[in-house]
């Protein structure tokens, strides 16, 4: 089987960003970029599936930046055996991120797809959906565990109150959520190895994908700061601050 599995690069989630003085986005100079967390879940499910000899081939695919073969040889260091960058600089809405990856799906035919439920930069949480739509493909969102039973995947999902699983036909789209697994460190010989594994770069255009956004940010602001905190010496001065300051009770 083979799985095809979309990264994205975002700031690292350690960074505290910062917000352009024009306010038109985020300060991206000298900050330290990497893989998408739930990219990194996704990259390491495709790996165990070829640990366990269920997958043959997995193929990493970013939509971005030149900068993005970064990410993309991270995932080659975790295991994915070659990578595709589809350079753009275009600013990308999910539907742009999904006809991209729609194309790469039709050119390289995999069984099954694993994205990250959500990307940590723009929190859209639409891209594994929208590709689901394109393809036509079964999907099983926000997994919490992947079983190859057959020709089917079953897909466990956390929903509200509760676990539900589905079986999906293949192929299908599955996308990670944060408890399927704990994602390994790259070895130093991995990391050397991955140098030297494929990754081919194209443009959306050349497969016939326009990626110009229908959606344009227009303002970005940072969250009003919080007033500093009081300590009170007793309950009753507590419940007399929320009745007549904070009037909450
Ligand atoms: P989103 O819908 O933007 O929250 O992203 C959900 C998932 O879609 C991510 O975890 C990735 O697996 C995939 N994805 C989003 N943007 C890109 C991109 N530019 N290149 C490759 N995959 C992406």
């Known amino acids: 089987m083979k799985i095809l599995v979309a990264v994205k690069r975002v700031v690292d989630y350690n960074v505290k960003v910062r917000v352009k003085a024009d306010n038109s986005g985020i300060d991206l100079a000298n900050v330290k970029m990497a893989l998408n967390p739930f990219c990194e879940i996704a990259v390491e499910e495709a790996v165990r599936l070829k640990e366990q000899g269920i997958a043959s081939e997995i193929v990493v695919v970013c939509v971005g930046p030149a900068a993005a073969q970064e990410q993309l040889r991270t995932a080659l260091a975790l295991g994915a055996d070659r990578a ?42 639409q891209t594994g959906q929208m590709l689901a739509a394109l393809t036509c493909f079964a999907q099983g969102t926000f997994a919490s565990k ?55 770069t194209v443009t959306p255009v050349a497969l016939g994908v326009c990626t110009t956004s229908t959606c344009k940010t ?22 007399e601050k929320l009745k007549n300051e904070a009037k909450v009770i």
């Open 218 to 239: 227009l303002k970005v602001e940072t969250p009003a700061a919080r007033s500093a905190g009081i300590k009170v010496k007793s309950v009753a001065e507590l419940v």
């Open 146 to 200: 992947v079983e190859i039973v057959d020709d089917k995947v079953l897909v466990t999902r956390e929903v509200d109150g509760g676990l539900q699983t589905v079986s999906l036909n293949l192929p299908a789209i599955v996308t990670t959520d944060l408890r399927l697994n704990e994602p390994r460190y790259a070895s130093l010989p991995n990391i050397m190895k991955a140098k030297k594994k494929p990754l081919e």
């Open 84 to 125: 595709i960058l589809m350079e753009t600089n275009d600013e990308l809405s999910s539907l742009a991120v999904a006809k991209s990856l729609k194309a790469v799906v039709d050119k390289e035919k995999p069984q099954l797809v694993i994205l990250g439920k959500q990307a940590i930069d723009s929190d859209n949480n």
